[in-house]
């Protein structure tokens, strides 16, 4: 399941959504639904350690820092363990792992923005959680193998988990309008995440539990910023094009030995 893409897109959100809260842990992937006030009534996590959680790993000498809830999110208590790159690879779901680490070469060997979902495991439970990074370099160079990576988690676990309640299911009753945005939402999430669609409005939930908003008020905004050309790129219009050519193409030479 682990999904990889270029650049971090939660930042844009975060520019534009402001305030805090937001908290708790579960395994297991639920369905997702949608619901203009799903994010209000949903049953509130409980209280625990922050869902994000900032690292940075030093290239050289391959040396991890992290934040008190990457380590949480981890199954440690901050300072428990010397986080290692030996470690936190072992952490990574067995079907995951070779995904994840050509994303932290690919970073390392560039140090473009990139995202990764992908399964951690935590003793006998899976969490699910998005890595955002990027690369950065010392003195004035801007290009080659960078010196560090940072970036941070963001753990999906919580909002994947709420979806499997009958509260939850109760709570994404409503209007086509609403689901319909929130659909829209979650499409662009999928595309730039490589999501699916329950890791995309676990993602959308994540975002309102954190910033006290409605679902359908990020959705909202995820929509406004998408049709505004903020979050496109010449490269994605560039694949797009070529694979609706591609079909396009393909649907008419069957029509033509068709006819």
Known sequence: MATSS???GVPVLSARIRSTG?????????????????AAEVPAVPDGPRQTGRFVFHVVDERWEWDDDVYVIHGYAPGEVEPTTELVMRHKHEHDRELVEQTL???IGDGAPFNVYYRIVVGERIRNVVLCGEGQYDGDRTSGKVDRLVGYYVDLTPELEA???AAADAAVAASAASR???EQAKGILMLGYGLDADAAFAMLKWWSRNRNVKVREVADRLIQVAREGHVSHPGLRRL?????????ASRTARGNRAG
Do not use: V, Y
């Not at 842990?25 to 799903?38: H, I, K």
């Not at 797009?240 to 396009?248: F, G, H, I, K, V």
């Open 163 to 165: 979806e499997t309640t």
């Open 180 to 182: 319909d945005t929130i």
């Open 105 to 107: 070469q690919e970073a």
């Open 22 to 38: 937001g908290s708790g842990r579960r395994p297991e992937m639920g369905r997702g639904g949608a619901g203009d006030d799903a």
């Open 240 to 248: 797009l094009d070529a694979l609706l050519d591609d079909l396009t």
């Open 6 to 8: 270029g650049g971090c």
